[in-house]
């Protein structure tokens, strides 16, 4: 349990760090302030500021998110009669407003805010040490900062380094950048995981025999690099397959067309009964060709990627097209399930299983949705097309649409899989 747990962190958490990294990064180039970047969700456990940007760790691994001046998801909204603390520093100008009880700022103005203006004008304004018969003023530099209720301190967001303000292109790059990042991981991780195991496998119909002694394949004259075209008449093209005509042949007499070179030999085998998930199925002893080139190592990372591309995207349209269910789903408690799986079965079965989450959240999250990556970027080419954006009252209720739709589907995915995996 502890390996898993901790695997589970590692896993998701670099996945996350990789995906809001890409926004982080493309948001800086394009102007736009970045307030914080945050790893987890939930409260705060560490956090550490520069400049610009605050870094935060927080308690639940499941996430994390990159708050950008501007964005829906992104407020600094003071209240009237809300208690704060200014400090003012050169000129006359606020450089720190304090919100939160958990901080205090030496020799800080103690106000009761009335209005204020963070983003054009820059200013704050209320009651001074709780005199109520003048309202003072205070100008506000450009790079204050505020200390939020949790005893987060960010940047103000002025108007110029918000996210609107920045051209379409660089903000419909902005919000690519994530996916774009988790498609980029996985071609490095299959990359690494072709080198690791020693080869690339192509999915074809090439196969090698285990590297066990005794085995059906091997006694029957199978060896490294042998092509099977046919299982019982049937041609077969890929490792796919083959394994889906062998799997119903347990203890049953099959014929194989095996090719090597120019020559082609029929062999008979009878398939062994092995049980994979409570499930008899036939086995001879072949595992998929390892190709030992270097090329073809170095471009198995882009193939690997979009092969499984094109088997997830084929997955998201049966579901849509055909009948739904919750169990083609997984959330949280699916994922921590299938890590456990996967830690059994060492690097190999961690590294393949980090390329497949990357790959899996950088496509889900180009779906148009409103609230993912998609549904901003279809706001983008919405707005390139009208030559300007949807007003935000419209943007927002398509936001909170959104929102609402996922964490809705989060919470019933999520009691589907904890039924599936710890109630049975």
Sequence with gaps: MITTIITFIIVFGLIVFIHEFGHFFFAKRAGILVREFSIGMGPKLFNYRTTDTTYTIRLLPVGGYVRMAGAEDDEDELKPGTPVSLYVGDNDQVTRINTSKKSTLFNGIP??????????????????????????????????????????????????????????????????AGPMNNFFLAIIVYTILTFVAGGVTNNSNRVSPTTSDVTVARSAGIKNGDYITAVNGKKVRDWNQIALQIQNRAHKQTTFKVKRGDQTKTIQMVPEATKINNKTIGAIGITQYRDHDISAMLVSGFTQTWQMTVRLMQAIWSMVSGHFSLN??????????????????????????????????????????????????????????????????????????????????????TWNDIERYFIK
């Design 111 to 176: 106000m009761a805010v009335t209005a204020t203006d963070l983003e054009d004008e820059l200013w704050i304004e209320g009651y001074e040490n709780g005199d109520e018969s003048a309202v003072k003023r205070y100008n506000v530099a450009h790079d204050a900062t505020i200390i939020e209720s949790d005893g987060t301190e960010v940047r103000i967001a002025p108007r110029d380094v918000q996210f609107q303000s920045a051209s379409l292109g660089h903000r419909l790059m902005t919000n690519f």
């Design 328 to 413: 083609d789903l997984g959330g949280p408690v699916a994922i921590f399930a299938t890590t456990s799986t996967a830690a059994s079965e060492g690097i190999l079965g961690v590294l393949s299983f980090l390329a497949f989450l990357s790959l899996n959240l950088g496509i889900v999250n180009l779906l148009p949705i409103p609230a993912l990556d998609g549904g901003k970027i279809l706001l983008n080419v919405i707005e390139g097309i009208r030559r300007k954006p949807l007003s935000e009252n419209v943007e927002t209720v398509i936001t909170l649409a959104g929102v609402a739709f996922l964490v809705v589907l989060m919470l019933l995915v």
